[in-house]
């Protein structure tokens, strides 16, 4: 499974920015897709994740500001951030998980300062 993201760049505070992630290779083989973020000193943490039938799970700090979502047709998997704040600043890597194992994309800078 090979993952592509884009979409990260610089936006104020308050700001909205949508992240993309397409998956190739043996996509069949993915049940999870999501975003997990790392912050410069901290460790990398689950933002969002979203099932193949739908269901999300996402980390308390981005609840009602961010969405996940997901089109299994095209294999990619989106996060849409509102209300970005400059503690959102991280690099953000897209994660899909098949048959146990977890692949990871090149990550994608978000930069939320004024």
């Known amino acids: 499974v090979q993952l592509q993201a884009s979409g990260g760049g610089l936006v104020q505070p308050g700001g909205s920015l949508r992240l993309s992630c397409a998956a190739s290779?043996?996509?069949?083989?993915?049940?999870?897709m999501g975003w997990y973020r790392q912050a410069p000193g901290k460790q990398r943490e689950l933002v969002a994740i979203?099932?193949?039938?739908?269901?999300?799970n996402y980390a308390d700090s981005v609840k009602g500001r961010f969405t996940v979502s997901r089109d299994n047709a095209k294999s990619t998997v989106y996060l849409q951030m509102d209300g970005l704040k400059p503690e959102d600043t991280a690099v953000y890597y897209c994660?899909?998980?098949?048959?146990?194992?977890?692949?990871w994309g090149k990550g994608t800078l978000v930069t939320v300062s004024s």
């Open positions: 979203i099932s193949t039938t739908g269901s999300t």
């Open positions: 290779g043996s996509i069949l083989r993915i049940n999870v």
């Open positions: 994660n899909a998980r098949a048959l146990g194992m977890d692949y």
